[in-house]
């Protein structure tokens, strides 16, 4: 894995702007479980589309408001680990790193990277439903739950619409302005950094392919293979949260 890492930090010490495209591998190195892996304990019953969808929540309110509100306090039972703020350290090595992850759970924000685009929403970013109007997470500190987990969702103080959570739920358009920055910093950046995805889950999954149409650096840190694996520039086997502080690490010592 050393020699993997070494290649890696060559390929970054000659760029100077970065994207990191990070997926569901770099949080569950912090405790947090995927999307499938939270139907756990009372929401084993369900399959994940059962809840994450606006009819669900119109039907339902209470049941999907409540798995959210489960979601958002094991995110906030845990924190942020040594992978993330290695990628903070690395952002004094460019004249720009943007981080854009497909995890809702906004711990690159937590950790404190500067310019993070979040594809799929925030477990933080509470909204109403009808109008969007912004609902602070705060607001759910506190919130008591039935013993089937259900919540009642808070109403908007503005509107009176209910409080989703603000994720991209199935069937819903990720952001455009996210989707718009992403694109466009992946078809410009000196190199790609893909930390933890899968490659599988599109339109994310089309990041890698883009960076290597265009001839741009691509390097992979996963513990197992994915569909990209055989065609990056270097594949570091290895998690996120032991690969990339020695990856920076070897960065910043270059500069």
Not at 52 to 66: I, T
Not at 178 to 184: I, N, P
Request: proline share 6%; charged share 20%.
């Amino acid at each position: 894995m050393t020699a993997e890492i070494e290649r890696a930090a060559r390929i970054l010490a000659d760029a100077r702007t970065l994207v990191v495209a990070s997926g569901a591998g770099m949080s569950r190195d912090s405790g947090v479980p995927t999307f499938r892996d939270a139907m756990t304990g009372l929401w084993a019953r369900f399959d994940p589309h059962e809840l994450a969808n606006a009819q669900a929540f119109l039907s339902r309110p209470s049941r999907v408001f409540g798995w959210y509100v489960w979601r958002w306090n094991l995110v906030h039972e845990v924190a942020p680990h040594a992978g993330y703020d290695a990628l903070v350290d690395l952002e004094a090595a460019f004249d720009e790193l943007l981080v854009v992850t497909q995890n809702v759970d906004g711990f690159h924000s937590r950790a404190g990277s500067s310019d993070v685009v979040e594809l799929h929403g925030s477990l933080e970013a509470f909204r109403c439903f009808d109008n969007a109007h912004p609902f602070d997470s705060s607001g759910i500190v506190g919130l008591q739950a039935t013993e089937d987990g259900e919540v009642d969702p808070p109403l908007c103080s503005i509107c009176g619409s209910r409080i989703r959570p603000g994720v991209v739920w199935f069937g819903e358009s990720l952001p455009r302005k996210a989707v718009e920055r992403a694109w466009a910093a992946v078809g410009s950046c000196d190199a790609l950094l893909v930390v933890g995805t899968s490659a599988v889950v599109y339109p994310a999954a089309e990041l890698p392919s883009i960076a290597m149409r265009r001839g741009c650096p691509v390097i992979d840190i996963n513990p197992g293979q994915t569909p990209i694996t055989g065609d990056v520039d270097v594949w570091i086997p290895e998690r996120a949260e032991v690969a990339l502080p020695q990856l920076a690490d070897l960065v910043l010592e270059a500069r």
